[in-house]
């Protein structure tokens, strides 16, 4: 395919004829891979997380002693606002992106999203975003309101800099991408499933990004007309937040939490259904109740949209609300708990096999239970108005999007490395990754739950000696130097295995899905033929036969890795791949010019107006040239 | 739809099946994403719709919803909308038969009576402010013009649409078979006329 020579396109209105790169660095910025722009949200999401480390351990040494003298109040706010800002949406949730994106077409046996220039431009908007929201750094004003920016703290008055135009810019940029993205893996999860594949037949992971699009498509409209609401208080003079116009501050509360909330399972429910791949892998059971894995993944989902105001139960809403809260937020720890006994009845009588991706699986359970009952534990409203604004709720989150949705991610990241790079990652560097990650954060979280049911505040940027918190806190900040010290073990882990990993061959943890049924790393097109698909988990059947639930053999041996490599269950795919010509969609140079175009009109909005409209001239330039751009640049071969 | 079957049986709209193009649900994929768009448009407009109801009454200043808002005026360019609707089904039913002219004919209809109600909506716009009614007046004056504003915005974006649409047929890029791009665009544009009704009920006949 690299080859081949275009004749230049004879399509009338063609703005440009569309680029034609397939290596290089240009190939990248124009790619509309699915795998490739996967591999760039993964990337930069992993960078992401580094800066987010880097805010947090800042907090961390600031912390590490009574009074400490690292960083002043203000940094400190910066510093935990953008840390929060951080690794929710330019971390945890692009990471997940970056799987939908690089596994869910693999497994639903499809050779690309539905709308690959959409995907692309969704992810040149999120870099814009995540660029923008970051520059606050470069000036010295980094957004500083906390993650949640409360209305009052983000209004003139109180926000006199550019901190929180910064913010609110780059949420809005964000919120564009995520939308246009979750409207993408909609339409391809629904419409380009393989034939045979019905909606029960999907991998539990598919479902799960499914859900998580629905979320995001319902969820962020609400926060982005909220930050329109603040844009138009900072910028025009309105009063939606501004009690002195008659405006409620609460409103924005409200606002932010109905999107806040479905936005918490944003981030937890992709990290649970890369669990529910790994663990029937290597248990080398099916998942244990799959339908109820996916209908409880449903429920939480519609549960989610329901439960904003336990947020808000210290701001005095009154018994019947809180009441109706707490009973909802109780409500869907239900579906919950049933995931979780899915999962550990899958390990039940599962012939386990301790990959480190397992125990990253294994290690999300254990620690999403502890976030779990903590969670429980502040849905009832006389025990949050105790926690509220404590360290206890920052264990609690931790627990959950640390200890549940990292792990989950670092348990997807170790299982699919081979499919995307064709090597292992090294298992004994990987172990060490997970003990240290475990030992390191129960070591920085777990003595939150004691500070702050003992009642330190968060947020507030040091504490006075002789309140007990000394030793709690320095062993806090060592636990995130370990945790740090893990995060570099994994980064020459991956980078390590890139070069020396074992060759990974098509299939290594002989496992269920369709993705391990191609060659790794996949060909542009995916699937020479596209399957057919009759059962859930259908590689397992066509490899073992229908009706074969159990591992293949009792007592046998998991496929030792080293045989892997000759595991090619694909022989014919090699030798056909010479004469397979299957027409892909080609690069495209406006998903980036279009990201170009909104930063730079975001860029206006803070400096001069002006600078906007050349911004709105390369959108619309961009937009046009989309429109007109030919489909596909003709087919040198489509005489015949 | 009821207008095509009134006259001829429309012939199925069938591609052929090529593998390239199959999907799923056997809905096409622009279908699936027009949808999904609309719900998550539904919430945008929620959310706002919402936000005009809370904010209902908190005015701390005149004008109030009453002494400014014109119910016969907007009543007509009301009207004028809900009348484009129609032309839009015209539209598909014309492209649906093969009637390009037709088709061409109508949607320029439709985008006329979108324009009208713009043109409308900027006079009443332009008075409120003469009024004393601004941005920054008081909570109904942020309210409205925010999401009459926004409803505005979806409604131009909708006649630049379906006039690219007539360029489009104009040129001959728009036959029988390319009926989707007309439907997609009648999608949109029901859409926007529904919520219009919500709004101009909530805004208008309720808020005063």
């Known amino acids: 395919m690299a080859t081949l020579v275009r004749p230049a396109p004879r399509v009338e209105l063609t703005a440009m004829p569309r680029p034609n790169v397939e290596t290089g660095l240009l190939s990248w910025i124009m790619t509309v891979d699915h795998k490739r722009i996967g591999i760039l949200y993964g990337a930069s999401a992993f960078i992401l997380f580094l800066i987010g480390g880097i805010e947090a351990l800042i907090m961390r040494m600031q912390l590490a002693q009574p009074n400490g003298k690292v960083v002043d109040a203000d940094t400190f706010n910066q510093l935990f606002t953008m840390h929060g800002t951080t690794m929710i949406f330019l971390v945890i949730m692009p990471l997940s992106v970056a799987f939908f994106n690089y596994i869910v077409p693999l497994q639903i046996g499809a050779r690309d999203v539905a709308f690959p220039r959409l995907n692309a431009l969704s992810y040149w908007i999120f870099l814009a975003g995540a660029i923008f929201i970051n520059l606050g750094w470069v000036i010295g004003q980094a957004p500083d309101a906390g993650w949640f920016g409360y209305a009052n703290l983000t209004e003139r008055p109180y926000a006199m800099g550019m901190n929180t135009d910064f913010w609110v810019l780059g949420l809005q940029i964000l919120g564009i991408a995520s939308i246009l993205g979750s409207m993408n893996f909609f339409v391809t999860i629904i419409n380009l499933r393989a034939p045979g594949m019905r909606m029960m037949r999907m991998p539990v992971f598919c479902w799960m990004t499914i859900v998580t699009n629905i979320l995001m498509l319902l969820a962020f409209p609400v926060i982005t007309i909220a930050l329109t609401f603040l844009l138009f208080d900072r910028y025009f003079g309105t009063h939606f937040f501004v009690p002195s116009g008659g405006g409620d501050p609460q409103l924005w509360v409200h606002l932010f939490w109905i999107f806040g909330h479905p936005e918490v399972y944003i981030l937890i429910l992709p990290a649970m259904g890369m669990v529910s791949q790994v663990l029937p892998t290597f248990a080398r059971k099916p998942l244990f109740g799959t339908p109820f894995v996916i209908y409880s993944g449903i429920a939480i989902a519609f549960l989610s949209f329901g439960v904003w105001a336990h947020h808000m139960f210290a701001q005095g809403l009154g018994p019947t609300a809180d009441a109706a809260f707490a009973f909802s937020t109780m409500a869907i720890a239900v579906p919950t708990g049933v995931k979780i006994f899915n999962w550990i009845g899958t390990l039940y009588k599962g012939h386990l096999w301790f990959t480190t991706s397992m125990l990253f699986a294994i290690g999300f359970i254990a620690m999403f239970i502890i976030g779990g009952l903590s969670g429980v534990m502040h849905a009832s409203p006389p025990a949050d108005l105790q926690q509220n604004n404590t360290y206890f709720i920052v264990a609690h989150f931790h627990y959950v999007l640390f200890g549940g949705s990292m792990l989950g991610i670092f348990a997807g990241i170790y299982y699919w490395y081979p499919k995307a790079i064709g090597r292992l990652m090294s298992e004994k560097l990987g172990k060490w990754h997970f003990w240290l990650t475990m030992i390191g954060f129960n070591l920085t979280f777990f003595p939150m739950h004691w500070v702050g049911l003992d009642g330190m505040p968060r947020r507030v940027y040091t504490y006075p000696d002789g309140m007990g918190w000394n030793d709690y806190n320095f062993a806090e900040t060592i636990g995130a130097f370990i945790i740090a010290l893990s995060v570099l073990i994994f980064i020459y882990n991956a980078v390590w295995s890139m070069r020396y990993g074992q060759i990974a061959g098509n299939d290594p943890w002989d496992a269920r899905t369709l993705e391990w049924s191609i060659p790794s790393p996949p060909p542009h097109y995916n699937f020479a033929e596209i399957p057919i698909v009759a059962s859930m988990d259908d590689w397992w059947r066509q490899k073992y036969g229908a009706g074969h639930e159990g591992p293949p053999g009792t007592g046998a041996h998991p496929p030792a890795m080293a045989g892997a490599a000759e595991d090619v269950h694909h022989a014919d795919e090699h030798a056909g791949e010479a004469h397979v010509h299957i027409h892909m969609p080609d690069p495209s140079y406006f998903p980036i010019m279009v990201g170009i175009g909104v930063f730079i009109m975001a860029l206006g909005m803070i400096t001069n107006y002006w600078v906007s409209l050349p911004g709105f001239v390369v959108v619309m330039a961009g937009v046009y040239g989309w429109c007109f751009e030919p489909v596909n640049a003709p087919e040198p071969g489509a005489a015949h | ?208």
Not at chain 2, 16 to 29: E, F, I, M
Not at chain 2, 101 to 125: D, H, P, V
């Open chain 2, 1 to 208: 739809m009821a207008v095509s079957a009134a006259e001829a049986p429309p012939p199925v709209i069938q591609h052929p099946p090529v593998a390239a193009d199959r999907t799923s649900t056997g809905l096409n994929h622009r279908k699936v994403l027009m949808w999904a768009f609309l719900g998550s448009d539904c919430m945008f407009f929620a959310s706002l719709i919402s936000n005009f109801q809370v904010q209902r009454g908190r005015s701390l200043n005149p004008p109030y919803p009453k002494d400014i808002i014109n119910i016969p005026f907007t009543s007509v360019s009301t009207f004028a909308l809900l009348m484009s609707s129609l032309m839009m089904v015209l539209a598909l039913a014309a492209i649906q038969r093969g009637d390009v002219r037709g088709m061409k004919i109508w949607i320029l209809a439709c985008a006329f009576l979108g324009a009208l109600f713009l043109g409308g909506q900027f006079y009443e716009f332009t008075g409120f402010v003469q009024s004393g009614l601004k941005l920054s007046t008081n909570l109904f004056g942020a309210s409205f013009f925010i999401l009459t504003g926004f409803h505005g915005t979806h409604v131009t974006i909708g006649v630049i649409w379906l006039i690219s649409v007539y360029y489009a047929a104009a040129r001959g890029r728009i036959t029988q078979k390319d009926s989707l791009s007309v439907e997609l665009a009648g999608l949109y544009w029901h859409f926007v006329d529904i919520v219009w009704v919500a709004i101009f009920t909530i805004v208008y006949l309720l808020g005063t």
